[in-house]
């Protein structure tokens, strides 16, 4: 009989102990990840952007735009081209060109964008008209009591109560990243909310329509809740 | 007119019926969490296919079928015995790991060498780990805010560190079509067993023959 032959069977139990060890390094990432990840970003973000190699930027640092569309492609709005209507339960419908709304006051600050599901781009630098301004411009009738948000996607919708759109926070963004919103980030015209998480954001806003009750949005048709504030 | 069983070369059976369905399920599972994963996580291609829910659905029912076929092998006895030889480390195998000769047969390895068995607990763990952390970002419910950042973070890594074990796994694969042969049709030559696995071999003459040994 070879000798390795009986040892082949007997042995440590090298393999369940590193399943284990995954699993606990798993549940230790779970609990501590987020702060690992805010300092590797914070170590490693002045090096990703000088990276001439670009290598950096593969390894998932986690404080990147993760992109979200719900349909299959999303037409463009030129600056001439786009338009945002307000409507529903108002005394004074009005529809916005995007010179209509560069030409209002507009609210600046820096905000993290939050996702349900974890991810989170710290410090992102937001411009836009504040919701609140439109809504007052709009003269809503006593009987509205919430806001719904249309895409031009054709199929994303959102909704907040009357309350939540007048908070300060809460603007139509026509700049994120420090330059005119982007298409892919839902340009030129997408909504921000600080408070809440990333899904009551609506994307390519085509539409602001007041109503007497909470719509439930795409997602929250989907199962996520229709209060979208964040919670620790 | 057939020759004896032990006359020249001869096939040997490397993986059983269950054991090969069990392989082939986790591949085609794991080929569409690949897919998907690369659509919902790589920037261009998520704007180019878009349809952000359809592939959600998609990778996180594959994910939660993946580890369904590896309990499910537990049924059968040849899984089980495989499962043994992979959980087990013997000193032999420290010394494979170490050796820059670990190819050159000095080293008598059984039916598993010691870097498939690495592979396989780290393939195993990885995929427990990226089940139940994928559970804390489908179901926000389940953990508070930072649990589900950190939960974001682990899926991203461990996914990361899968998916160079799944490419080392192919490029092995694709170098030895006899390996492939002993997944697809579960056998292999003796040639081959003598070769690759010479401690395997010793032990299946002997289960054959037990006065050969």
């Known amino acids: ?3 390795d032959e009986p040892r082949e069977r007997a042995g440590a139990p090298v393999g369940r102990r590193t399943v284990v060890g995954l699993l606990a390094l798993g549940g230790a990432g779970v609990v501590g990840g987020s702060w690992v990840q805010n300092g590797l ?3 490693l973000a002045p090096l990703e952007n000088r990276d001439p190699t670009g290598l950096i930027a593969l390894f998932p640092l986690g404080d990147t735009f993760r992109f979200y569309s719900v349909t299959g492609s999303v037409p463009t709005r030129t600056a001439a081209s786009y338009r945002l209507a307000v ?11 995007l010179a209509d709304l560069q030409a209002l006051p507009q609210t600046r600050f820096v905000h993290d964008f939050q996702c349900v599901t974890g991810w989170r ?17 709009a003269e809503p009738s006593p009987a509205a009591r919430a806001v719904r948000f249309h895409s031009f996607d054709g199929a994303y919708t959102e909704s907040m109560t009357l309350d939540e759109a007048h908070r300060s926070d809460v603007i139509v963004a026509l700049q994120m990243l420090g330059a005119p919103v982007t298409h892919d980030h839902g340009g030129p015209v997408r909504m921000y909310a600080a408070s809440m998480y990333g899904y009551k954001s609506t994307k390519w806003l085509s539409g602001i329509e007041l109503t007497r009750d909470a719509v439930p949005g795409y997602w929250e048709r989907r199962g996520y809740d229709i209060d979208g504030t964040i919670k620790d | 007119m057939s020759p004896p069983a032990d006359a020249g070369p001869q096939a040997r059976r490397r993986f059983s019926r269950a ?19 690369a659509i919902l996580y790589n920037e261009p291609l998520a704007i180019l296919v878009g349809h952000r829910r359809a592939v959600e659905l998609v990778h996180v029912y594959a994910g939660f079928a993946l580890p369904l076929p590896l309990l499910l092998g537990v049924a059968s006895i040849a899984y089980r015995a495989d499962l043994r030889r992979l959980n ?8 494979w790991l170490r050796s820059r000769r670990r190819r050159d047969g000095t080293i008598r390895v059984g039916k598993f060498n010691a870097g498939q068995k690495v592979n396989a607990s780290l393939t195993a763990g990885s995929i427990f780990v990226l089940l139940g952390t994928g559970l804390l970002m489908f179901f926000p419910h389940l953990a508070r805010l930072s649990w589900r950042t950190g939960a974001t973070f682990v899926h991203d890594w461990f996914a990361l560190g899968l998916g160079l074990l799944v490419l080392g796994h192919i490029a092995y694969a694709l170098k030895d079509p006899e390996a492939r042969r002993g997944m697809r049709l579960g056998e292999v030559s003796d040639e081959w067993a003598r070769a690759e696995h010479p401690a395997w071999a010793d032990e299946l003459d002997a289960e054959q023959d037990p006065n050969a040994a």
Do not use: K, N, Q
């Open chain 1, 41 to 43: 970003a914070r170590l």
């Open chain 2, 19 to 37: 054991e090969r369905a069990v392989h082939w399920s986790v591949t085609m599972l794991m080929t569409v969490c690949i897919l998907t994963a």
């Open chain 1, 1 to 3: 009989m070879p000798p």
């Open chain 2, 88 to 95: 087990r480390f013997t000193s032999s195998d420290w010394r």
């Open chain 1, 121 to 137: 781009v710290p410090d992102v630098h937001w411009a836009g008209v504040p919701l609140s301004l439109l809504l007052r411009r």
């Open chain 1, 87 to 97: 409507s529903g339960l108002v005394t004074r419908p009005a529809t916005y060109t």
